[in-house]
């Protein structure tokens, strides 16, 4: 990795920024794309199985005997892990279900927030360059957890894994649909693919983008979550094969996957370059890890206090601190997507079974997204209720703002109620 020494404050943003993708460019890819879905439905999906995937789709469908079959496809030890996975996934998020409370806000007066699961959610699983079951999970769990009826799942890929995962996490109804064109037949409709309220899941950059198109068309999205990527803050107390070893799992997600590293320590950054290209070399999806290294940087920072600036700068998808006291460090950091603490917490553990998930804010937008959990799923509705105590406590007030902001009907609705009570 290239090793930038104590940049001046002043550069980091260049420094900092993601591999620029002209957008205008994706976006005049993926509207006739989008176009073609909401014009030719499924024969236009055929078309573009046909153009993107090289794939001959007769039925777009998984049928339910397929997704039967996909068990006695897998063996015992992945079932095992799948199962456990499920267990960390679904305790951790249960516990983001909250009861309700209600609040009196003053005698009389009293609110409170019912969750409600969306309806019909779409989930995209990615399946280009890897067969991201995980992802199944990532998002089903958290969407049977909020109570959604429908939930929709598309794949470009066959892997059994994923229709086994499907199954466990109860989708309604699972497509062989890749790209930008899944997007849009979740979005719109098709005569096979129900329109969903909502789309969930990762993708690369034609899926990105599609989601974000079709979210100025009323359709919600969780967030942009495009190329994986991850931040380390290490210093000597960090092991650098380890460290290594991080920095290759995000990097071979995809040749645009970014991963940064940051340390007090010269010689710490040396060693975790030695390392890295003796790892490099041994993973066979070595040539997009190599590009995605290629790209990367390690910085050489002065002080603990500039690397935590530069890392909230920087607003990771997945950040490791692998420091001394790094539960104390992380209590300083304010924008980054998900958190990895000391030298035996491995992101990869994130990224499949320890708890939280791994969909997850990429390209600085965790400084203002979270990533997905239950209440990604769900609405919240506000209820009140005024009793005749409440109105006679309350009603003056709203008497008062609405005639300062001329709204007589206003006035009126609460006036007629008190005046009943004369
Ligand atoms: N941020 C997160 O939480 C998170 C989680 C998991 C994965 N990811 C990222 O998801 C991405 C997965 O990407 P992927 O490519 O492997 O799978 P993908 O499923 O997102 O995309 C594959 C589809 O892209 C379409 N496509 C391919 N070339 C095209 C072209 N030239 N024009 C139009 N459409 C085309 C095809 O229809 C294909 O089915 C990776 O970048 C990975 O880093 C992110
Ligand atoms: N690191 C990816 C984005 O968080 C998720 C993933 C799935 N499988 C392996 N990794
Ligand atoms: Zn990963």
Same mark, same amino acid.
């Given at each position: 990795m290239n090793i930038i020494a104590f940049p001046n404050r002043t550069l980091w943003p260049a420094l900092l920024a993601r591999p620029v993708q002209d957008s205008n460019e994706i976006e005049q890819k993926v509207l006739p794309i989008l176009n073609q879905v909401k014009k030719q439905g499924d024969e236009g999906l055929r078309e573009l199985a046909r153009k993107f995937d090289k794939t001959e789709l007769t039925e777009l469908a998984f049928s339910d005997e397929e997704i039967q079959n /996909?068990?006695?496809?897998?063996d015992d030890e992945l079932k095992n892990a799948i199962s456990q996975a499920y267990q960390n996934i679904y305790t951790f998020h249960k516990a983001q279900l909250q009861p309700v409370e209600k609040i009196e806000?003053?005698? =009389?007066v009293t609110c409170w927030r019912k969750s409600v699961g969306i309806e019909k959610v779409g989930i995209y699983i990615p399946g280009g360059t890897a067969p991201l079951f995980s992802t199944v999970l990532m998002l089903g769990i958290p969407a049977q957890l909020a109570g959604c009826k429908e939930v929709v799942l598309c794949t470009p890929s066959n892997h059994p894994a994923i229709l086994y995962a499907a199954k466990l996490v109860g989708v309604t109804k699972a497509f062989r649909l890749g790209g930008a064109q899944a997007i849009a037949a979740m979005a719109y409709g098709t005569e096979s693919v129900p329109k969903v309220y909502k789309i969930f899941g990762p993708g690369n950059q034609y899926v990105t983008t599609a989601k974000m198109l079709v979210s100025k068309e009323g359709i919600a999205i969780d967030m942009p979550a495009g190329p994986s990527e991850v931040a380390v803050y290490a210093d000597d107390t960090a092991v650098p094969a380890f460290v290594a070893a991080d920095l290759l799992s995000q990097a071979e997600h995809g040749a645009d996957s970014q991963v940064l590293l940051v340390s007090t320590s010269k010689k710490f950054l040396a060693s975790v370059n030695l390392t890295l290209s003796s790892q490099l070399d041994k993973l066979p999806r070595r040539d997009l890890a190599a590009q995605s290294i290629e790209n990367s940087k390690a910085i050489l920072v002065e002080t603990p206090e500039e690397a935590i600036d530069l890392l909230n700068e920087y607003a990771a998808e997945h950040l490791i601190l692998s420091v001394e006291n790094a539960e104390a460090v992380s209590?300083?950091?304010?924008? /980054? =997507?998900s958190i990895f603490l000391g030298n035996y917490t491995p992101e990869s553990c994130g990224d499949y079974a320890s708890g939280t998930n791994h969909t997850l804010p990429t390209n600085g937008y965790a400084r203002a997204y979270s990533g997905v959990s239950v209440d990604s799923f769900v609405k919240k509705i506000t209820i009140q209720n005024i009793t005749v105590e409440g109105i006679k406590n309350i009603g003056p007030t709203v008497e008062a703002m609405a005639a300062a902001e001329s709204l007589d009907a206003h006035k009126r609705a609460v006036r007629i109620r008190l005046q009943s009570l004369l």
């Amino acid at each position: 990795m290239n090793i930038i020494a104590f940049p001046n404050r002043t550069l980091w943003p260049a420094l900092l920024a993601r591999p620029v993708q002209d957008s205008n460019e994706i976006e005049q890819k993926v509207l006739p794309i989008l176009n073609q879905v909401k014009k030719q439905g499924d024969e236009g999906l055929r078309e573009l199985a046909r153009k993107f995937d090289k794939t001959e789709l007769t039925e777009l469908a998984f049928s339910d005997e397929e997704i039967q079959n /996909a068990e006695s496809q897998l063996d015992d030890e992945l079932k095992n892990a799948i199962s456990q996975a499920y267990q960390n996934i679904y305790t951790f998020h249960k516990a983001q279900l909250q009861p309700v409370e209600k609040i009196e806000t003053m005698p =009389g007066v009293t609110c409170w927030r019912k969750s409600v699961g969306i309806e019909k959610v779409g989930i995209y699983i990615p399946g280009g360059t890897a067969p991201l079951f995980s992802t199944v999970l990532m998002l089903g769990i958290p969407a049977q957890l909020a109570g959604c009826k429908e939930v929709v799942l598309c794949t470009p890929s066959n892997h059994p894994a994923i229709l086994y995962a499907a199954k466990l996490v109860g989708v309604t109804k699972a497509f062989r649909l890749g790209g930008a064109q899944a997007i849009a037949a979740m979005a719109y409709g098709t005569e096979s693919v129900p329109k969903v309220y909502k789309i969930f899941g990762p993708g690369n950059q034609y899926v990105t983008t599609a989601k974000m198109l079709v979210s100025k068309e009323g359709i919600a999205i969780d967030m942009p979550a495009g190329p994986s990527e991850v931040a380390v803050y290490a210093d000597d107390t960090a092991v650098p094969a380890f460290v290594a070893a991080d920095l290759l799992s995000q990097a071979e997600h995809g040749a645009d996957s970014q991963v940064l590293l940051v340390s007090t320590s010269k010689k710490f950054l040396a060693s975790v370059n030695l390392t890295l290209s003796s790892q490099l070399d041994k993973l066979p999806r070595r040539d997009l890890a190599a590009q995605s290294i290629e790209n990367s940087k390690a910085i050489l920072v002065e002080t603990p206090e500039e690397a935590i600036d530069l890392l909230n700068e920087y607003a990771a998808e997945h950040l490791i601190l692998s420091v001394e006291n790094a539960e104390a460090v992380s209590e300083k950091i304010i924008n /980054a =997507g998900s958190i990895f603490l000391g030298n035996y917490t491995p992101e990869s553990c994130g990224d499949y079974a320890s708890g939280t998930n791994h969909t997850l804010p990429t390209n600085g937008y965790a400084r203002a997204y979270s990533g997905v959990s239950v209440d990604s799923f769900v609405k919240k509705i506000t209820i009140q209720n005024i009793t005749v105590e409440g109105i006679k406590n309350i009603g003056p007030t709203v008497e008062a703002m609405a005639a300062a902001e001329s709204l007589d009907a206003h006035k009126r609705a609460v006036r007629i109620r008190l005046q009943s009570l004369l």
